[in-house]
């Protein structure tokens, strides 16, 4: 018989050859699209959204072209509970959290494996930039062939267990080269636009989100200095970020940036760029790939952000649960709630939730 | 994939049955003429619908001039709600009907609440019944009309409208009922249940998809909901369609004078799968037990997802179905078992299989062995 996988189909390019590419590996493949946003009408109307209406029609399209079984399933609840609620309240503390990182964690790689499983599978299977590979009893995941399209960064929480049972087949293939496969197949799914932004908030505007989730938790307040001088009034903590220089609203007549959140205080700190450049960082809820721990230093190239390049860094335990990182070169707005994840070259270390910075 | 389908999901609709389909050919390529014409040529599909309307007039017992075709029984759902409700707004404005209705009554009522109507919904028991005492209780001097299902779609339950009728005779009020899904299982009888309006949908009884009736009784002022044309009496404007007209007519028949037999063997095949399925720990049945069209089977798997198990049935080919769909296609809990009181986890774990004229003993053991199989996997995960 052969081996049964269900792959997440956003109704993009990349997850729709990922379903042609098993299909022709030999897989029994099922397309399952995950519906993941509560009711909402005005987000059923938005085109081209992952898991929008109409990209939910994609994905239909795309199965049936390949002449495979298509769900669409329900996990509105879960991925409010695990990914959408936690989201708003980082915001809220200060923090920056990456929503991916914990949809891949609690949702495609937890309850969409468990549903799989559930429905005889063997796999699950997405259209992730990155090769999972085994080597000496253990599994590992290196970085995409396509370097500008790597998404390891999102995975590094993934066990064991979850990846001897997923199968990224687009991590060994260049992104043009996958459209092109989806050209040659006929899919009109190849020419769509790379989702980059939040699936959930399509417009990119997070402040105004969590301001219609929260209208009661968002607060103006104060744009400060170092020494606690008020430079003029913000909208809420939930528009700035680290290392934020645009859309401040107020003209200093010189550069400044977001240097700190304080959200004890409602308090943004305003600086110049010297003063975001940090060299060290503490992370906790770790996950490590190659091996369960780290006992003593190891030296890594660590990414602050997904869109970060990979600077070279020390790595030292701080206990079991946490670790300090301290970069050769001072890094631009380390930012906490963001995830610090460690390279050796192409092999995926490991990674962890920054939450504080030295 | 799906070479072999096990059909248990007539509750949502049926095939076309093979007379019926062969009485409808002609009336696409060869008699297409518009009834509405004078010419000669469209005196044949005008004489079909004619006949057609004799057929549901005879099989529900009521007058040929009382039958309206719609285009299904949304629409006709739609016009007999809103129709009397504008009709009749200057004698009041309350509807009863109940909570657990087909969205095309609880949606339309929902609407008439934004133009001024109350609409009172009244709770159902445990099995799916109407509370009656309930229902009089909320009728005041403002109550023009009520709406209450014959047959419940998700768990079979036959409600009391030959009692509701009465009540509506005595104080004077306006009573559909939408037959959708009872029309072709039981007998139906609009003289003896009293009511004034009744729907129904030729693709729940082996008709074709698109083509229903409103069953609006003489002398009753309802308004009309498609302005247009002169068809239909100057009441449903719209050429007609002929074909599913047609349709419709041979299908009502032909299911109608095989309820009888029909309901013994359903019944008995359900029996058996209740049987089988109830065996397997953690079930439960959704509903009554006695007052129940005959093929509906709707079943609580404690603690396992009914979207899962829905999945997993339909990958092997055998077609069920859970709660209500969203656009997109993603399940959502069934409001008619939240209102007969299951939890919401409860009423995620439920299922409907619902069967048919081509519901065969060995389909019926089939689905068991695979239910049982697929709950094993899943209790294993």
Known sequence: MNKKVVVGMSGGVDSSVTAYLLKEQGYDVIGITMQVWPEDEEFQERENGCCSLSSVEDARRVAYKLQIPFYVINFKDIFKEKVIEPFIDEYLKGQTPNPCIACNKYIKFDAFLKKAKELGADYVSTGHYSTIYKENGRYLIKKSEDDKKDQTYVLYNMTQYQLEHTLMPCGTYKKDRIREIAKEIGLNVHNKKDSEEICFIPDNDHGSYIKRERPQSVKEGNFVDDTGNILGKHKGLVYYTIGQRKGLGIAFGKPVFVKDIKALTNEVVLGNEEGIFKKELIAGNLNFIPFDKIEEPIKVQAKIRYASKPTEAMVYPLGEEKVRVVFEKPVRAITKGQSVVFYNNDLLLGGGIIENIL | ?381
């Open chain 2, 1 to 381: 994939m799906n070479n072999k389908i096990i059909y248990m999901d007539y509750g949502a609709t049926t095939p076309v049955d093979k007379d019926v389909f062969k009485e409808m050919e002609p009336y696409f390529c060869s008699f297409y003429g518009n009834p509405s014409s004078v010419s000669a040529f469209s005196l044949e599909p005008k004489m079909a619908i004619d006949k057609a309307r004799s057929r549901v007039a005879k099989a529900i017992n009521c007058k040929r001039e009382e039958i309206f075709f719609t285009s299904g029984g949304t629409e006709s759902d739609n016009w007999a709600i809103k129709g009397t409700a504008f009709a009749k707004r200057k004698s009041g404005n309350h509807i009863i009907t109940s909570e657990i209705e087909h969205p095309a009554v609880l949606n339309t009522c929902r609407y008439l609440e934004t133009q001024g109507f109350d609409v009172t919904y009244v709770p159902v028991k445990k099995n799916g019944m109407v509370d009656l005492d309930y229902l009089e209780k909320s009728i005041n001097s403002k109550t023009i009309l009520i709406s209450i299902m014959l047959a419940n779609n998700e768990v079979g339950t036959l409600e009391p409208i030959e009692e509701i009728g009465k009540i509506c005779t005595e104080k004077n009020i306006a009573f559909h009922t939408d037959a959708v899904q009872a029309i072709g299982n039981i007998n139906v009888d609009v003289q003896k249940l009293k009511v004034d309006m009744l729907s129904m949908s030729a693709h729940k009884f082996y008709g074709p998809k698109g083509i229903g009736v409103l069953y609006i009784k003489k002398g009753m002022k309802v308004d009309n909901y498609f302005h247009g044309g002169e068809q239909e009496r100057a009441r449903r404007a719209g050429t007609e369609n002929t074909p599913a007209i047609v349709g419709l007519g041979k299908a009502i028949e032909k299911s109608n004078s095989s309820i009888s037999t029909e309901t013994v063997r359903l019944k008995s095949l359900r029996d058996k799968f209740l049987k089988e399925v109830l065996e397997i720990h953690g079930t439960s049945i959704n509903g009554d037990l006695v007052n129940r069209i005959p093929g509906n089977s709707n079943i609580c798997f404690h603690g396992i997802e009914a979207e899962t198990l829905l999945m997993a049935l339909d990958l092997q080919g055998i077609c069920a179905s859970v709660g209500s769909a969203c656009s997109a296609g993603s399940l959502e809990p069934s409001h008619v078992l939240m209102a007969m009181g299951l939890s919401e986890e409860n009423s995620r774990s439920s299922m409907r299989f619902s069967f048919g004229s081509s519901t065969s003993e060995q389909e019926v053991e089939n689905t068991v062995k695979a239910l049982k199989e697929i709950i094993r996997n899943i209790q294993n995960v």
